[in-house]
């Protein structure tokens, strides 16, 4: 059974740094394409950044310049470096992994941007 595990949510002042981490077990070969969604409250569920087995990086406008993906593909684990927080950013963060057509999601971690 596959399972991602987020790490690394929390409550943070503005301007600071988060690091996310997701760490995907159970599985034995390489996800395709790992990705970082989030979810505000009241809010549809977001794109934040992805990126490819081969290291083809997305992002959301709003986080561009500010948030890093990256990936270890040994690990199956995916970071999101995330500098600059701004309140706005406040939101559940939700890890996703792709292989093939199937699609596998983390339980979230909160991220809270407050003074």
């Known amino acids: 059974q596959v399972q991602l595990v987020e790490s690394g949510g929390g409550l943070v002042q503005p301007e600071g740094s988060l690091r996310l981490s997701c760490t995907a077990s159970?599985?034995?070969?390489?996800?395709?394409?790992m990705s970082w969604y989030r979810q505000a409250p009241g809010k549809q569920r977001e794109l934040v950044a992805s990126?490819?087995?081969?290291?083809?990086?997305n992002y959301v406008d709003s986080v561009k310049g500010r948030f890093t993906i990256s990936r270890d593909n040994a690990e199956n684990t995916v970071y999101l470096q995330m500098n600059m927080l701004k309140p706005e950013d406040t939101a559940v963060y939700y890890c996703?992994?792709?292989?093939?057509?199937?699609?596998?999601w983390g339980q979230g971690t909160q991220v809270t941007v407050s003074s």
């Open positions: 990126i490819s087995s081969s290291d083809r990086i």
């Open positions: 996703n992994g792709r292989l093939g057509l199937s699609s596998f």
């Open positions: 159970g599985i034995s070969f390489r996800l395709n394409i």
